[in-house]
């Protein structure tokens, strides 16, 4: 039984699409890496949310970086509502996500 080939035969998404997943969850984790305590709650706080986002479009041959960017959004939107952050984090968090998908659309 080998967990990564069998994870690799479900991913339908293009390669490009795997590939800047991984470009930005590197970029998230270089913030981990080397941001002050707020950028890595900030980061931290979207990863979370681009982990579950990304695997779940990995394993859809249609997965896009406009994709990607409408269920991030919703899935931030979604948050806030709930007040699972406040305002300045809010925007903090929404800036960080455009700074990192931008490149891609």
């Given at each position: 039984?080998?967990?990564?080939s ?22 998230l ?10 950028a ?66």
């Open positions: 039984f080998n967990r990564d069998d994870m690799q035969e479900q991913v339908k998404a293009p390669a490009s699409f795997v590939q800047l997943v991984d470009d930005i969850d590197a970029a984790d270089n913030v981990v890496d080397t941001g002050s305590d707020d890595l709650f900030i980061a931290s706080y979207l990863q979370g949310h681009f982990a579950v986002q990304a695997r779940k479009l990995e394993l859809e041959s249609q997965a896009s970086a406009q994709l990607l960017n409408e269920r991030m959004q919703a899935s931030l939107s979604a948050a806030f509502e709930n007040k699972e952050l406040e305002g300045e984090d809010q925007s903090a968090v929404t800036a960080l996500w455009q700074q990192l998908i931008t490149p891609y659309q």
